[in-house]
Structures are given as C-alpha cells and as structure tokens.
C-alpha cells in the first residue's frame, strides 16, 4: 500500500506543506539568516552583493526567484560534480525513502553502506581496502588523524603551508592559515613544512615522531601544480621514516581533477586516502576515510574496541545511497573524462585572453579544478590603484572581479584566499562548451572595464573595506563586553 493509503488520516491531522512554506517565504533566506544563523556572513554576502535568492538548481546552472539563470562555477566548493539536482541521483534518494529502509539502526549492519564500501574499493588502488564513513571532509580527516595515530603510535602529523584540511580542531592542527586559527587557543602539536620543501621535511620525519604527513596532491585553494618529484619525494621519505601518507582528496577527490583521484596523477601509493563532497551528489552530506586495513585495524584491534571511532549519523542510508548513485553516474556518463577535457578547455580558453588582458597572471588547473591568478598591472596609475585597493584588504582586487562577474553576468566564482589575487573554479563536470564561452566572455568583459577604475568598483571596495571595519568594532565591542579589561 502506498503512503496515502497507509497514513492518509495520519497525513491528514498532521499536515505539514513544506512546499507552501517553500512557496510563501523564499526570499526571506537573508533576514532569517541576519537574525538566527550568521549575521556577519550575511553582512558579507550584502556587501558584495551575493545577497540572490536561489530558487532552483541544474546541471551547471542557478536560477533566481526572478527566473534569472546563473552560471555556477563554484559547483557547492565542488559537491556538485555530477550536475546540480542530478535525476539518478535524485531517484535513488526517493527509492529509499520510498523502500521504507530501517536506517541508522545502529545495532547492525545495514546493505547499503556495505555496497558504497564495496564500490569505493573498487575505485581506490588495491591496497586501499578498508572504508570508514562520516560525514564531511573535516571528519574524514579527523579520522585519518587519529587512525595514523593508532597505527604508528606517534602524536604528530605534518602537513605543509597552504593547505586546507577543515575547521575542527584537529584538522585545524593541521593547517598554517592563521586567519582560521586565531582565536581558538591551542591545537595539537605538529609541524609545519614549507610546501615544496623535501630538505625541512626530512628534517622533521627524522625525528621519528610524525605518525603521518598529510598532503593535498593538488592543493584546492592556490591551485598550484607541485614541482616534479615532490610528492614522490614526499611518499619516499614518509616510507624510509615510517609516516604514514595521507592524500586528502575530499576536494580533488571522485573525479574532479580529471583522474578518480589526484595522487594517480603522480603514482603515488597512500596510506590513507580522506574524500567527501563529490561523494555526495550535491545532495546529502557523506565522507569517506579509505586506509590500508591493517591500519584500520589498529584501531578497531579488539571486541571492546569495536567502536572506539564512529559517529551517529556515519553510514545512514540516504548518504550511502547518493554515494552509490553519483559513482554509477560517474561510470556511465564518464565524468572523469568529462572533467579533464572540459577542464583543459577552460583553462587554455582563460589563457587565450591573457594577450590582452595584463592583470591576467595566468589560468591553471588539473580538470575541473581551476585557478585564475591577477597580478598587478606593470606600471602606471592602473598599478597605484591595485596596491591602493591591496593595502585596504588584500584580496580586494580579485574580489572586484569577482562581483561584477556575479552582478553583470550572472556567474558565480569565488576569491580563495585573503593573500593571493586567485579566483577559483569547481564547476560541475557536465559543464558545456557553450557554459565554457559563457564564462570566458564574462571574464574578458570584466577584465577590459576594471580600467574604469577607481569608479565604481572602488566604491564597492570601499563598500567591502567599511563592512570590515565594521566586522572588527563589532567584535571589539563583544571582547569588551565579555572582558572589560582585557581589550585594547
Ligand atoms: C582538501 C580539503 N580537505 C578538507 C576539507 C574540509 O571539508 P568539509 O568542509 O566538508 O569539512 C576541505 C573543504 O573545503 C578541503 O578542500
């Protein structure tokens, strides 16, 4: 018997229209937001004007509630692999709704997450047969963290500057950037190696006390391809000084650099391998931790052990079920081919303006995963103007491509970092030829106009300068508050 059939009196006296609520408030996103969730961020989204109300999503393309179509080239920071709203994904989420599967029993082993495991083994290299589910990128490498721990008996992991492992603390321990770690007091011991670097590496395993060096292949935010013979420099001498390697691939990971996972690129072998956000087919949060098994059985060594790393929602069923989907749909519509060649076309088409464009440093990228680095321009009041915009808030100026990219365009990029002028790119692969020109036209019109600085822009720069500025005295104001005495 269908639902209506079995709970239509049910259904009836409860009555719940999630729909209609959909209906009768969407637009209210921001006030609700400003009042019960982050105002600051909404301050953010405002000043630069990122304030749109998405009602609906495809593929690679938004829409507004006004039926304006946008351009998505940040993909959800990269969720969105396969495609917004993906339809297989989609169905296999409403067949297990519709199957009425017990989930998150807890005391048992449910089928599909054994088949999402089974599937992800398939995928990774043979010695990577072990897979611990969560629920983000951060967990997953929370995970690794302590499974490194476990297995070496050693506390410390390394990790080299400008990576990105996630915000709780421990993956914080494991990242330089000082913006993100200020304000939370200690982490755990580590050490910080300068990427690139194999001479401060070693010097740090010969200690012999790293239990694991942790390595983005491709590092999600710069973008910036390593010189050859790091990374397998990098897995030498984690071998000689028995490190375990972990390669976090939750951004590079499930296709997005045009291989299923970055480190083939360089035929590395990891210990331990932390994915996530494709996984999820834009839909439902999920990670997966893939190690050696005798790693992951040195922390699952006993009977009373049994669970000593786990978590509530870890394995649930509609996860497992958008992870099994979006690898079929990988498989069947050969996104990781489809990465790497829309990928390339982006990055040569983003470099063919460079000729006339000289802020334009350069794009690059491996598939999917694209950088488009400014520079300042060589000489005159051009130049002036960009350090002017650089001392008020580095980042600014990329951040003035950015918006107007938004604001005229209607594409939606994103500016990774407060200290390199990048502009990142994670579209979904099914991104098309047309999309590809969308963009590049957009970014040639936007590039040729920044000569109308200062004008307008610099109004929104200063726009953005006052909002955090304002930012600061608000959280002045809250220390004095909190502590009186103690603020400056
Ligand atoms: C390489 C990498 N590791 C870890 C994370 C953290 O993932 P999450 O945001 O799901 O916690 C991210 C997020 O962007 C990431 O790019």
């Not at 609520?21 to 400003?34: D, Q």
């Not at 951060?138 to 302590?146: F, G, Q």
């Not at 000084?241 to 990971?253: K, R």
């Not at 604001?407 to 990774?416: C, E, P, S, Y």
């Amino acid at each position: 018997m269908d639902i209506e059939g079995r709970f239509g009196r049910y259904l009836a006296r409860v009555a719940y229209d999630l729909k209609g609520i959909v209906a009768n408030r969407l637009g209210e996103n921001y006030e609700l937001h400003e009042q019960y969730v982050n105002p600051t961020l909404v301050d953010v989204f405002r000043t630069i004007g990122f304030d749109r109300v998405y009602a609906r999503g495809e593929g690679a393309h938004l829409w507004d509630t006004d039926g304006v179509r946008y351009l998505d080239m940040l993909g959800g920071f990269g969720v969105a692999a396969v495609g917004r709203n993906n339809p297989v994904v989609a169905g296999a989420i409403r067949d297990v709704l519709e199957m009425d599967l017990p989930n998150m029993v807890q005391m048992d082993c449910a089928l599909l997450s054994g088949l999402l495991a089974e599937a992800i083994v398939l995928r990774t290299p043979p010695h990577l047969d072990a897979v611990y589910f969560c629920n983000s990128g951060t967990e997953s490498v929370e995970a690794a963290m302590k499974f490194a721990r476990a297995h070496t008996g050693r506390d410390s992991i390394a990790h080299f500057t400008g990576g990105w492992h996630g915000l709780t603390l421990g993956a914080l321990s494991a990242m330089g950037n000082e913006e993100f770690r200020e304000g939370f007091g200690q982490l755990l011991a580590g050490d910080e190696v300068p990427a690139g670097d194999l001479v401060a590496l070693e010097r740090v395993l010969a200690r012999d006390e790293t239990a694991a060096v942790i390595v983005e292949c491709l590092p999600g935010h710069s973008v910036r391809i390593p010189e050859e013979g790091f990374l397998r420099g990098v897995q030498d001498l984690c071998q000689r000084h028995g490190t375990l390697l972990i390669c976090d691939e939750v951004a590079t990971g499930w296709g997005r650099t045009g291989r299923m996972f970055a480190f083939e690129h360089w035929g590395l072998e990891p210990d331990i391998i932390c994915t996530s956000k494709a996984l999820s087919g834009g839909y439902v949060p999920v990670a997966a931790m893939v190690c050696r098994r005798a790693i992951y059985q040195s922390v699952f060594s006993s009977m009373e052990r049994c669970w000593v790393h786990s978590s509530s929602f870890g394995r649930n069923n509609l996860a497992m079920a958008a992870g099994l989907a979006t690898l079929h749909v990988l498989d069947a519509d050969d996104l990781v081919t489809r990465s790497a060649v829309q990928g390339a076309k982006l990055v040569d088409r983003i470099n063919s303006l460079r000729s006339r464009h000289d802020v334009l440093k350069e794009a690059r990228g491996m598939g999917c995963l694209v950088a488009i680095e400014l520079q300042p321009p060589p000489r005159g009041t051009r130049r002036v103007a960009w350090k002017a915009l650089n001392a008020a808030h580095e980042g600014l100026f990329p951040q003035m491509v950015v918006m107007p990219l938004l604001d005229r365009h209607h594409v939606l990029t994103q500016v990774t970092g407060n200290h390199d002028p990048i502009i990142r790119l994670m579209p979904p692969f099914v991104i098309s030829d047309d999309d590809i020109s969308w963009f590049v036209e957009a970014l040639d019109e936007v590039l040729a106009n920044r000569h109308r600085l200062p004008g307008p822009m610099i109004g929104m720069g200063s726009k953005a300068l006052k909002a955090r500025l304002r930012g600061r005295s608000r959280d002045r104001a809250a220390k004095r508050a909190a502590s009186p005495d103690d603020v400056t």
